[in-house]
């Protein structure tokens, strides 16, 4: 292959004066991180509400559990996150459409609630097949210890079923980092956004995105290591991930 490979890149200033490329790239990384987190944060909480709602034996929210999921689990994330970021300001008020417009780093925020909204659907059903797992002489037994329905889920059936369904959550956090990528659709310089800058400015692509990629790995190898230690940590005899 006709190609002039330059791993010295790395360390040639970058034409934005913020150092070299590496610390472009790592610039990235850093709101890749950033997105992620967050958007795994609205990704748990959303989608043990919803999870939780899925189990419940109303029937309305079961239902509400089911349309939520359904919809943002069968829709493409980048379809959602053109919807968040250009299309939910021309239908609100115009004061708050024009709000979410002069939004400063509105690319960070729409990717975040986007991407968590999306990957909470699939931590609901996630949950869901946790507690649906677990035997029903728990929720009997908690029922007549007196417990409400609230406590029986706050005491006995979550602890247990996020402990079972810690392996495939650790999946799911990884698909959250990853698809930080697709956020550069609508704006957002993460790690692929500034592979790209330094692709089009040094003319470097393989370089470039080989950076990309290893960084990725290394990030989720660390992610993956962390997981299986703590699989291991809260395993229970007896079900996934046990002993």
Not at 49 to 55: A, E, S, Y
Not at 172 to 200: D, H, P
Request: glycine share 6%.
């Amino acid at each position: 292959m006709n190609y002039n490979w330059n791993w010295h890149i790395f360390l040639e200033p970058n034409p934005m004066g913020t150092g070299t490329y590496l610390d472009l790239l790592l610039s990235g990384l850093v709101v890749t991180l950033k997105t992620s987190l967050l958007a795994w944060i609205i990704a748990l909480i959303s989608g043990c509400v919803i999870g939780v709602m899925r189990t419940l034996p109303s029937r309305t929210a079961s239902w509400i559990g089911f349309g939520y999921v359904e919809f943002f689990r069968n829709m493409p994330l980048l379809v959602q996150l053109f919807l968040w970021f250009f299309v939910l300001p021309e239908l609100l008020p115009k004061s708050a459409g024009l709000w979410l417009k002069q939004l400063p780093n509105a690319p960070f925020w729409t990717a975040a609630i986007g991407i968590g909204f999306f990957m909470s659907a699939r931590v609901a059903v996630q949950l869901q097949a946790g507690i649906s797992s677990l035997p029903r002489g728990q929720k009997q037994a908690a029922t007549a210890l007196g417990l409400t329905t609230m406590q029986t889920y706050r005491y006995v059936l979550l602890p247990m079923a996020f402990r079972i369904i810690l392996p495939p959550l650790t999946s799911e956090f990884l698909n959250t980092i990853k698809n930080t990528a697709v956020a550069i659709t609508i704006g957002l310089v993460e790690l692929t956004g500034e592979a790209r800058s330094m692709q089009e400015f040094s003319f470097q692509v393989f370089e470039a995105f080989t950076a990309a990629t290893v960084l990725y790995l290394i990030v989720n190898f660390i992610v993956a290591t962390a997981m299986r230690f703590l699989e291991r940590y809260v395993a229970i005899p007896g079900y996934i991930a046990g002993k």
